[in-house]
């Protein structure tokens, strides 16, 4: 079956515009998480969901960053004036429920800003 | 706090010669404990996990891992390298009924003819 689909692959954009990234979680898996990998940080927790509410959201690094997710499916990261720190590759996974299931990673976005 | 710690931030083997990945954890409440791969360009991929029971854990590729919880490690091994098995290595690991994953700083395995 289909795995974790992430859109754009690589967005590049200029510094303090707004952009939003999109997972597509494996179909049947009720919850999905959000990282990000940078060169400096490693990989980090960014935001988990379970359904369609976000009981951790610890690792958002600012309040320029939020995450929905629509229908127990589809979420999208949006990152409004985004600043060169920003730049990294943002990970989405899912799994089917329970603590300890296998996390299933997409492919990535890369996300250069100017 | 959860943490995990990844001793050695490259590692370089000769083909065919034993594999060896260390990971110690911190972790206030029994952790569950991950082994994922990352290939250049690609996500990544679960090698194995530990959850409960026993604690040497066999995963794909001939990778295996034990859990000593007197030591806080939980180090990867494989007897004999393949060159396709270099790429990097992240350790994580979860506290217990909580399923953010909390990584190691990875280390990246190179392998020589």
């Known amino acids: 079956g289909a795995g974790v689909s992430q859109s754009p692959s690589n967005k590049v954009t200029e510094k303090g515009k707004d952009v939003e990234l999109r997972c597509d979680p494996i179909?049947?898996?009720?919850?999905l998480y959000w990282y990000r990998q940078s060169l400096g940080q490693g990989l980090e927790f960014l935001i988990y969901?379970?359904?369609?509410?976000?009981?951790?959201k610890s690792g958002l690094p600012s309040d320029r960053f939020s995450a929905e997710r629509t229908g127990g499916s589809v979420s999208t990261l949006t990152i409004q004036r985004t600043q060169q720190e920003d730049s990294a590759v943002y990970l989405c996974?899912?799994?089917?429920?329970?603590?300890?299931?296998?996390?299933?990673f997409g492919p990535g976005t890369r996300l250069t800003v100017t | 706090a959860q943490s995990v710690t990844q001793l050695g931030s490259h590692v370089s083997v000769s083909e065919g010669a034993l594999v060896l990945l260390r990971c110690n954890y911190s972790?206030?409440?029994?952790?569950?404990l991950f082994w994922y791969v990352q290939y250049p360009n690609q996500g990544l991929q679960l090698l194995l996990k530990y959850t409960t029971g026993a604690t040497l854990v066999k995963g794909i590729n001939g990778f295996e891992a034990e859990f000593k919880k007197s030591e806080t490690s939980f180090h990867l091994t494989k007897p004999s390298a393949h060159m396709s098995d270099a790429a990097e290595y992240f350790c994580a690991v979860t506290p217990g009924g909580y399923n953010k994953l909390i990584f190691g700083a990875g280390t990246r395995l190179a392998v020589h003819p």
């Open positions: 996974a899912s799994s089917l429920a329970a603590s300890g299931d296998e996390q299933y």
């Open positions: 972790s206030s409440v029994p952790p569950y």
């Open positions: 969901f379970q359904g369609n509410s976000a009981p951790d």
């Open positions: 179909s049947g898996h009720t919850a």
